[in-house]
């Protein structure tokens, strides 16, 4: 039976590229005005190259990339980018469709719910509380929790000993096949894939589950305890 649902944040609860792609862009724009000598695609490519590089939650990506292209850091052209930056994000931090209908039927029906993110715990607060969120999670589990991201089995362990349940009464929501579904299956989590959600042109996800929706979840999880 499952009593617990498990939800990763970004690219399963809300659209985070949309939001970071939408978000570098009017930074880009922004430090342009402000005098940027550099061609738009050019540096909005640079910023994502060091993205990758030394993680999307990276708060300085700015300035690195200022330090990497100039080989130092012009603040006229760094607080014009930082301000365009978040004015955008405020904007574009947006829920997938029909999240807030299902995690209130899943509330409703007595269904625990909890996150695990590999994202810094003040970022993911931000994300939870801006997008009206935090009522519903009875527990939420941050990098700084366990000092190790998915696919570990911490973040796991953790989240399921906060929400008193056995792994066979849980299902890992993720979008992130290598770490989500990866770790949760690791340890017995039941796994529903946010296909939806897929950014990394997964073809083979491994999970129990595939949501094109991730009102799916609800079915499926009707449908399991159903027969339990």
């Known amino acids: 039976m499952i009593k617990a649902v498990i939800f990763d944040i970004d690219n399963t609860l809300m659209d985070f590229m949309r939001m970071k792609r939408a978000s570098v862009d009017a930074a880009v724009d922004a430090m342009l005005d402000a005098g940027l000598p550099m061609k738009k695609e050019k540096m909005y490519e640079s910023i994502f190259e060091t993205y990758w590089k030394e993680g999307i939650e990276d708060q300085n990506i700015l300035d690195k990339v200022l330090v990497k292209e100039f080989g130092q850091v012009e603040y006229r052209i760094l607080a014009a980018g930082i301000i ?82 056995e792994p066979a009464e849980a299902v890992m929501v993720g ?35 595939e949501l094109d929706d991730i009102y799916d979840i609800i079915k499926i999880i009707r449908r399991v305890n159903e027969k339990d």
């Open 84 to 165: 365009g930056y978040k004015r955008a994000k405020e904007g574009h931090m947006t829920l997938y469709p029909r999240v807030k209908l299902t995690l209130t039927e899943l509330m409703k029906s007595g269904v625990k719910m909890g996150v695990v993110s590999d994202a810094p715990r003040l970022s993911v607060w931000l994300r939870i509380v801006g997008l009206g969120l935090h009522h519903y999670f009875e527990h939420v589990v941050t990098f700084e929790d366990t000092g190790e991201k998915k696919p570990s089995p911490k973040p796991f362990k953790k989240i399921l000993g906060l929400l008193a349940v």
């Open 175 to 209: 979008d992130w096949a290598e770490r989500d579904i990866k770790g949760a299956k690791a340890l017995g989590i039941r796994t529903a894939w946010a296909k939806y959600g897929n950014e990394f042109d997964t073809k083979v996800s491994g999970a129990d589950y």
